[in-house]
């Protein structure tokens, strides 16, 4: 099996991932962005150290096994994995994030278990309540 169809495996299934997340979820246009903007870094990463790596000798390829396109000393083939993470991460954080909400709408929820910054967790008071009770106590004394 050569590295291109064991690439084009993994692009499939991360892009299949990515597509249930983005109908699923169906997140907004700053999220498929910052999406792009991390698959461009691993990309731009992943060409850099795969470059210096190869230029070290610290792994080979079977030449066999490659279509023969580079990008720097980089394998074209070896671009496949961040773009599979790049896809497939970011859409199951949202796929299980989905679900998550879906629970707790249906349980009426306002926020599943994730309170905003400074609103306590369901049954504790306010972190301004204690505060003001601190200081009721001290003008007690």
Known sequence: MS????SLAFLVGAG???LAGGRVARPGRRWW????VVAAGLLVLTVVFDSLMVAADLFRYEAAALTGLRVGLAPVEDLAWPLAAAAALPALWELLGAREKRRAARAGARHPGRPYAGEPHPGEPHPAARLADRE????EH
Do not use: F
């Open 33 to 36: 962005v910052a999406s792009a």
């Open 16 to 18: 299949a991932v990515a």
């Open 3 to 6: 590295y291109l169809v064991l």
């Open 136 to 139: 009721g106590a001290r003008d």
